[in-house]
C-alpha cells in the first residue's frame, strides 16, 4: 500500500530505460497521436509553413541539397511523413537523425525496408542532442529542423532554442511540437511538483515556457495545435492490468506510480485522468475512456539576418 507521505520520491522513467519502452508500446497502442500527426502532415498547414516556405526561400538552389534534422526522431514514425512531403519538391535531401535510444534502430530498419525516397539520405546520430552538438559543433547548418514532442528532455528552453536557432540556415524552418499546459498530459507535472527523485520531470518544458522564450528572444514564430486521444480504460478500470499501469507509468513518467506514490498523489492524478477523459461506446457495446490532450504546433523561420542567433 501506498504511503500518505507527500515526502516519498517517486522514481523516474528514464532511469530505466526497458521500462520506459514498455510503457512506449503500449502508449503507441493506445494512442491517436500517430493518426493525428499523420493527417495534419498531409494538410496544406504543413506543405505552405514547411515545404512551400522553403522552396520560396531556396528558388536559386532547388538543384542543391537541401538539409534536414531531426531532434528526438524516435522511431521516425512522423519524420518519414515530413521527409516524404519534403522528396516530392526538392531533388537532394541530406538527413541526419538524432535520437539517444534503442528506437532509432527501428527508425532505421523501417527506412532500410521501405525507402523513404530515393533522393534522400541519412546520417544516423545515436546518442543526445547535446552529444551531437559537441562532436558536430555548429557548422553544418540545416535548412528544416524536426523537434516533435522532445523538448521535454532538451533542458533549459532559453539555451536548447538559441542552440536550434544557431543550427538553422538563414531562411530555414525549426518546427516544435510539443504539449500545451493546461491539458493532458502536460499537465501532469503540476500535481507531481516536487516529488521526483530527479530533474527531468520536475522541470518538465510545456508550450507556454517555450513561446516565451521565443518572445524573450525575439525569435518570431507561428501556432497552431491539434488534438491527441489516448485509451486510458486499462488503467481506470482495471487494477490488476499489466498493460494498464505500463501506459500509466509512461503518462506519469513514474516507475510502478500505481504502487509508489503518495495515496494523496494517486488519488490526485487518478481524478485528473478522468476529469480529462471522455466515454465512447464500441460498436459491440463496449465503452472506452479516453484521454484528450491539446499540443501545440510552432513554426519559426529564421530571418536572413537574425541578429545574434544567427551567427
Known amino acids: 500500500m501506498a504511503s500518505n507521505m507527500s515526502e516519498n520520491k517517486l522514481l523516474n522513467i528514464l532511469t530505466d530505460m526497458k521500462h520506459y519502452h514498455k510503457g512506449y508500446a503500449e502508449y503507441c497502442r493506445k494512442t ?17 509553413n514547411v515545404v512551400t516556405n522553403l522552396s520560396k526561400k531556396l528558388s536559386g538552389q532547388m538543384d542543391q541539397q537541401i538539409r534536414v534534422l531531426g531532434v528526438g526522431s524516435g522511431d521516425g514514425i512522423l519524420e518519414i ?18 535520437e539517444p535510444s534503442e528506437l532509432i534502430t527501428k527508425y532505421k530498419d523501417t527506412a532500410g ?22 562532436c558536430n559543433g555548429y557548422d553544418k547548418k540545416y535548412h528544416f529542423i524536426s523537434v516533435v514532442h522532445a ?13 536550434l ?41 510545456n508550450s507556454s515556457q517555450v513561446k516565451a522564450t521565443l518572445e524573450k528572444l525575439q525569435i518570431e514564430y507561428t501556432q497552431s495545435m491539434y488534438t491527441e486521444s489516448t485509451d486510458i480504460t486499462d488503467f481506470i478500470t482495471n487494477d490488476n492490468s499489466e498493460e ?14 500505481k504502487k509508489s506514490a503518495p495515496d494523496d498523489v494517486r488519488d490526485r492524478m487518478m481524478h485528473h485522468f478522468k476529469q ?3 466515454i465512447e461506446k464500441t460498436g459491440d457495446g463496449d465503452e472506452k475512456i479516453y484521454f484528450k490532450a491539446t499540443c501545440d504546433i510552432l513554426f519559426v523561420t529564421k ?9
Open 32 to 48: 491517436t497521436k500517430w493518426q493525428e500527426l499523420q493527417k495534419w502532415t498531409e494538410c496544406a498547414e504543413f506543405e505552405s
Open 165 to 205: 536557432y544557431k543550427l538553422l540556415e538563414p531562411g530555414g524552418v525549426l518546427l516544435l511540437i510539443l504539449l500545451t499546459d493546461h491539458t493532458g498530459s502536460g499537465s501532469i507535472p503540476l500535481h507531481q511538483s516536487g516529488l521526483k527523485d530527479d530533474t527531468t520531470t520536475n522541470n518538465f518544458v
Open 303 to 311: 530571418r536572413e539576418y537574425a541578429g545574434e542567433y544567427a551567427k
Open 244 to 257: 494498464g499501469d505500463l501506459l500509466l507509468d509512461f503518462l506519469t513518467y513514474t516507475i510502478n506510480f
Open 81 to 98: 511523413y515530413q521527409l516524404q512531403k519534403l522528396a516530392a519538391k526538392f531533388p537532394k535531401i541530406s538527413a541526419s537523425v538524432v
Open 151 to 163: 523538448v521535454y528532455f532538451l533542458g533549459d528552453p532559453e539555451v536548447f532554442m538559441k542552440k
Open 113 to 134: 525496408r521501405n525507402p523513404v525516397a530515393d533522393n534522400i539520405t541519412f546520417e544516423w546520430h545515436h546518442r543526445t542532442f547535446d552529444e551531437y552538438l559537441a
Open 276 to 278: 480529462g477523459s471522455r
